[in-house]
């Protein structure tokens, strides 16, 4: 069973960092793609990247291109969200969620209802 549950939130000033992570306690996330979404009360869920599990293909929202990168760390079960330059409007839940893709032949999607598998979320808030 794959659960992930995401880390590293909280307060940062506006053109801070933050490091998220998003860990798998269940079963390896070897053959998974994951993405990162985020929301805000009375919003939908956005999209920020997503990564398939060979690094084939990544993904990233236009409004976080050049600031944020994915990166996962196979042998510690756990994908990353460096965040540089942060914004008050990047103030948000940010959520992990998973899709199995054993060949590894995804695209990395950008739809929340590709992924069936998502973590609690953790809460980051940018300061102005």
């Known amino acids: 069973q794959v659960q992930p549950v995401e880390s590293g939130g909280g307060l940062v000033q506006a053109g801070g960092s933050l490091r998220l992570s998003c860990a798998n306690s269940?079963?390896?996330?070897?053959?998974?793609?994951v993405a990162w979404f985020r929301q805000t009360p009375g919003k939908e869920r956005e999209f920020v990247a997503s990564i398939n599990w060979n690094w084939r293909s990544m993904n990233y929202a236009d409004s976080v291109k050049g600031r944020f990168t994915i990166a996962r760390d196979t042998a510690k079960n756990t994908v990353y969200l460096q965040m540089d330059g942060l914004q008050p409007e990047d103030t948000a839940v940010y959520y992990c969620?998973?899709?199995?893709?054993?060949?590894?032949?995804?695209?990395?999607?950008?739809?929340?209802?590709?992924?069936?598998?998502w973590g609690p979320g953790t809460q980051v808030t940018v300061s102005s």
């Open positions: 969620a998973a899709k199995s893709d054993p060949l590894g032949l995804g695209s990395a999607p950008q739809q929340s209802h590709e992924y069936n598998i």
């Open positions: 269940g079963r390896t996330f070897s053959r998974y793609t």
